[in-house]
C-alpha cells in the first residue's frame, strides 16, 4: 500500500498563498509523441501573507522539467529541488518572472485529468488539481491570473484551436503547421484553464444581452454530432436570458463556447468562455435521446453557464468552499428548470435524488458536511453533500428571506465579491447584511453532518378549535461528531379541510389577516406552535415543497395519506403521501416475506392508485411520480438491515398485484396516451410518461398479448424515450423478441457511443438470472471500453448501482467483480475508481455474511501496492471502526 500522500488537509490550516501570479504566459506545442509546455508567470510575493521564507513551492505532477529560468536567468540545479509533487525554489525575490518548459504524455494519460486526447481530440480537465499535471503552478484557487494561450498544432488534423477568452492572434507555420493566440482579460484560478485541438464543426447562434452586447455561441463536436446540437443551444439562450431575468447577471466575454467530448470523468466543466462538456449533456436528437436526456441537457447546461457568475467571477477560497459555487449553482440551476418545465415534478426529481443518494451518504461512513473540514483526496468530495444538500441550504435562506430580499443578498454578493476567491461565511454575511437577519444557527448547515430527524406529533382541541402541533428535532452521530446542536429549520405548513383546501393559520385566538401557508421556524429542540380558531380537525401539511433537508416522522393513518394523494394542493406533499402510503405498505410485504406469510394489500389502496390514475386534472408527469413505486433501494434504506431478496420480491409483487387488479385502466391509459408527433414540450413529455408508467405495469403481467404490445412499441416508435421504455420491459422477460430486440437495437446503433451506452445499461438492469456473466460479456464487446467513464457507468456502474438484486448475490459474486473493476481502473483512472468503490462504502447495513464479504472485499482494494490517494480514501474510510 502507498500511503506517502495520503496524508488529510484541514480547513483549519488554510493560509492566504505566499506568492500571486498575476499574468501567465503559457504555449503548447502538440507533437505527435510529446507535447512541450513553456510558461512564463509574472509572479509577486502576497502582502497579505505572514510566510517570511523566501523559498517558491509550485505544484507539478508528472512533469518533466526541461528548462527553469526566473527573469531569463537559467537556474543551476544547486538552486532548485524536485519531488513527484512539488518543485521548490530555494530563494527568490519580491518580484520575478518565472519560466519553465516541461514535456507532458497527454496520450498516455488515462486518468482523464490535466491535458488528454480523447478520441483524436486534445482536452483538458483542470478541477480541481489538474492544472500542476500541465505546467509547474501554485494550483489553489486563492491565485487569480489573467491568462494568454498559444496553441501550436498540425494544421491538418487539429484545424481548431481553442482556449479561455478570445482568439486574438492566428498564423499559418512552416511543415503544415498553425499557430492559434488566446487572451482571457478576466483574472481567474488555473482550475479554469481550458484547451482544446481538434478536427471539430461547431453549430454557431448569437445573443444579445440587455445592455446590448452580441455574443457569439457555439457548439462544437465531431463532424457526425453536427445535427445534435439543436437542443444544447436552445437551453443555453434560455439560459442566458434566465440569468438576467432572475439574478441580473449578464455574459461579459464576447465568445460563449461549449465543446463536447466523449472522454470525461463528470458530467460538464466550466472553464472560463469555454465550457468542455461530456457529450452525453450536449448531443440529442428525438431519435437518440430519451426525454430525461433532453431534460438533463437543459439543465446541465445552464449550470455551468450560471458558474460565469457563481463560480468563476466569483470563485471558491479553497476547495472546503466548494459549496460555495456547487451548492449555489445547483440551486440556480433547479430553479430555472423549474420554470422552464413542470415545477412540482423538478422539485420531486430534485428531493428524491438527496433522499436516494445524499440522506444515504450523510448516514454512512463517507459522511461530512456541506463544508468539509479535512479531506485526502479533493476529488472525492464532489459529492451529492456538497452538491445538493448545499443546493438545500441556499435553496432554505432564499426562502427565509423571501423573493425580493433574496434578489437584493445576491445582488450585494456580486458587487462586494466580484473578482475575488471567497468562502461559504462570505456568502452568508451578504444574505445576513442584505436581510438584517442573523443567521448564526442558521451556519450549522454547513458545519454539522448528519441529516436531522424530525419528528411531528399533534393535539387537538375539539372545544376551542385549536390544534398543537410540537417539533423535535435530533440529528443522529456522524464520523468526527458526537454532539449535535439544533438546527434552524424552515418547515411549510399549512392546514386542510376536508376538502383539501388551506384554512386560515391563527396563531392566537386574536389573529387577523391570517395566511393559509406559513413557514414556522424551528431552532430548539423541542417546539410547539398553537393554531387557534379552527372550525373543524385539519389534516397538517408539513414541510411543504420540502422546505427542508430533514427526515421528517409523522404518524398518518393510511386514511390520511390516501386523501394527501388526492387532494393535496402541494404536488410535492401528494407525490410525498403516495410515496409513503407505497413504502409503509411494502415494508409491510418484505415482513410477510420473511415470516413466509401470505401477501396481501391494505384496504383502499388499489382505489387510491386507480383514482390517481384516472384523474384528469393534474399534470401527467406529476401522476407517473405519484404512481412510481419507490425503488428497492429506497425501501432498504428503511430498514435496520436491508434483506435483498425480500425486498425485491416484495416490490415484485406489489407491482403486478397493482397491474392484475388495475389491468384495463392501465390498458386505457396506454391506449389514450399515444401522441402522434413527437414534441419535447412538458405536456408530450408527460403523456409519453404516464403512458410508458403504464406498459411498464402491464410489462410485469408476463402476458404474451403484452409482450407483443411492447414489442410493437419497440419497432414502430419514432423517439427514443419510447424506444427505451420498450426496451426496458423486454429486457426483463425471457422471450425470442428480447433477443431481437436488442440485437436489432445494436446493429442500428453501434456506432453511436451514447446511444449504445443505454443498450449496455439497460441489460446490466435486468433481473433475469444470469445477468453478471451477461455483463462480463459485454466488456468484451467491440463498443466498450474500460477506459471511458461513461461506458465504465453504463455497464459496470449500473450494474452494481442499480441491480440491487444480482449486485448482493449471496455468493458474493458482485463483490467479487466490483473490487476487479476497481483495482483495473485504478491504474488507469483513479477519480472513476473511486466513485465505483464508493457504491460499496454502505456495507454495514447488510447481513452478516454479506458485511464478511464486502469487508474482504476493501481489503483487498487495500492490499493493493501503488493503491491512488482517491481510492484509498474510500476504502480506508469505509472500515474505519465507527
Ligand atoms: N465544476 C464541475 C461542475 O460541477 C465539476 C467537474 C467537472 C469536476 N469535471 C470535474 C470535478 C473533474 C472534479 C473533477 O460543474
Ligand atoms: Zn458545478
Known sequence: MRTDNAKSIYLKDYQPPHFLVDQVSVAFDLQPQRTLVTSHLKMRRNPASTEQSPELVLDGEKLKLLRLAIDDQELPEAAYQLDDHTLTIAEVKERFTLSTQVEIRPQENTALEGLYQSGKMYCTQCEAEGFRRITYFPDRPDVMASFETTIIADKAAYPVLLSNGNCVYQQDLPEGRHLVRWEDPFPKPCYLFALVAGDLRFQQDSYTTGSGRQVDLRIYVEPENIDKCDHAMVSLKHAMVWDEEHYGREYDLDIFMIVAVNDFNMGAMENKGLNIFNSKYVLARPDTATDSDFQHIEGVIAHEYFHNWTGNRITCRDWFQLSLKEGLTVFRDQEFSADMGSRGVKRIEDVRLLRSHQFAEDAGPMAHPVRPESYIEINNFYTVTVYEKGAEVVRMQANLLGAETYRKATDLYFERHDGEAVTTDDFVRCMEDASERDLSQFRLWYSQSGTPQVRVSTSYDEQQGILEITFSQTTPETPGQKQKQPFHIPIALALLDSQGESLPLKTSAAATGASREQVLELTEATQTFAFHDLVQQPVPSILRGFSAPVKLEYDYSDDQLMFLMARESDDFNRWDAAQTLARRTLLKLVAACQQGLPLALPGGFVEAYRLALTDQQADKALLSELLSLPSESNIGDQMTQVDVEAVHQARQWLKRALAEALRDDFAAVYEQNQSDAYEITSASIGQRRLK??????????????????????????????????????????????????????????????????????????????????????????????????????????????????????????????????????????????????????????????????????????????DISKDVFEIASKSVAEE
Open 692 to 865: 410508458n408508467l403504464a406498459l411498464n405495469y402491464l410489462m410485469s403481467l408476463e402476458a404474451p398479448q403484452i409482450d407483443r404490445l411492447c414489442m410493437a412499441q419497440f419497432e414502430t416508435a419514432d423517439n427514443m424515450t419510447d424506444v427505451m421504455a420498450a426496451l426496458h420491459g423486454l429486457v426483463n422477460r425471457d422471450i425470442p423478441e428480447r433477443d431481437r430486440a436488442l440485437s436489432d437495437f445494436e446493429a442500428k446503433w453501434r456506432k453511436d457511443p451514447l446511444v449504445m451506452d443505454k443498450w449496455f445499461a439497460v441489460q446490466a438492469g435486468s433481473n433475469l438470472p444470469g445477468t453478471l456473466s451477461g455483463v462480463k460479456a459485454l466488456m468484451e464487446h467491440p463498443a466498450f471500453s474500460i477506459r471511458n467513464p461513461n461506458k465504465v457507468r453504463s455497464l459496470i456502474g449500473a450494474f452494481c448501482s442499480t441491480n440491487l438484486f444480482a449486485f448482493h448475490a449471496s455468493d458474493g459474486s458482485g463483490y467479487e467483480f466490483l473490487t476487479d473493476q476497481v483495482i483495473t481502473l485504478d491504474t488507469l483512472n483513479p477519480q472513476i475508481a473511486a466513485r465505483l468503490l464508493r457504491i460499496m462504502s454502505r456495507w454495514r447495513r447488510y447481513d452478516e455474511s454479506r458485511q464478511q464479504l464486502m469487508r474482504k472485499a476493501f481489503e483487498r482494494v487495500l492490499a493493493q501496492t
